[in-house]
T-cell receptor, first 112, second 109 residues
Framework: EAGVTQSPTHLIKTRGQQATLRCSPI?????VYWYQQALGLGLQFLLW???????NRGNFPPRFSGRQFPNYSSELNVNALELEDSALYLC???????????FGDGTRLSIL | AQRVTQPEKLLSVFKGAPVELKCNYS??????LFWYVQYSRQRLQLLLR??SRESIKGFTADLNKGETSFHLKKPFAQEEDSAMYYC???????????FGTGTRLTIIP
């Protein structure tokens, strides 16, 4: 089966710009999760989408937002980019909230 | 607030020796605990979860609520165990999974 795919692989932006990251889950998976992995920190939970709805979000400001489309793919939007937003952003999917998550390779976002 | 602490950033163990990766957590309630692993050039993947009580690749982990720990153990290390290991916690299933900062395990031949 095709795994979770994320695009782009790398993204370079400047402060104040907006970034859009995309995630395609494994076929049949309806739950999509977003995580941020900043240098020296563990993965931090950002957002969880299921069946097109935002189900939960982590302790991040509102400029981090996203959505899930009818085909269950998802995008993460980060507005008013700040230097500390530089990180690896991982997407994961699962058939439901109980089954193990499958992770993508991530998008590395660099803010100059 | 829920928190996961992995006190060792790096751990080196000789092949055939026992392995123990430490994980401590803080959580008010009954958490679900997980271990995730990332092998070189591979994606992060679930290794085991405490509710399934199974041994994966020879690894086991026991949830100790008194000590709030979920240490990962293997009696005899193998070279293919070299990887980055993350302990994680949730309140229920995959909801708001909180990860530790990880331990890089290196098995010395």
């Amino acid at each position: 089966e095709a795994g979770v795919t994320q695009s782009p692989t790398h993204l370079i932006k400047t402060r104040g710009q907006q970034a859009t990251l995309r995630c395609s889950p494994i076929s049949g998976h309806t739950s999509v999760y977003w995580y941020q992995q900043a240098l020296g920190l563990g993965l931090q939970f950002l957002l969880w989408y299921d069946e097109g709805e935002e189900r939960n979000r982590g302790n991040f400001p509102p400029r981090f937002s996203g959505r899930q489309f009818p085909n269950y793919s998802s995008e993460l939007n980060v507005n008013a980019l700040e230097l500390e937003d530089s990180a690896l952003y991982l997407c994961a999917s699962s058939p439901d909230r109980y089954q193990p998550q499958h992770f993508g390779d991530g998008t590395r976002l660099s803010i100059l | 607030a829920q928190r996961v602490t992995q006190p060792e950033k790096l751990l080196s163990v000789f092949k055939g020796a026992p392995v123990e990766l430490k994980c401590n957590y803080s959580y008010s309630g009954s958490p679900e605990l997980f271990w995730y692993v990332q092998y070189s050039r591979q994606r992060l993947q679930l290794l085991l979860r405490h509710i399934s009580r199974e041994s994966i690749k020879g690894f086991t982990a026991d949830l100790n609520k008194g000590e709030t720990s979920f240490h990962l153990k293997k009696p005899f290390a193998q070279e293919e165990d070299s990887a980055m290991y993350y302990c994680a916690l949730s309140n229920f299933g995959n909801e708001k999974l909180t990860f530790g900062t990880g331990t890089r395990l290196t098995i010395i031949p």
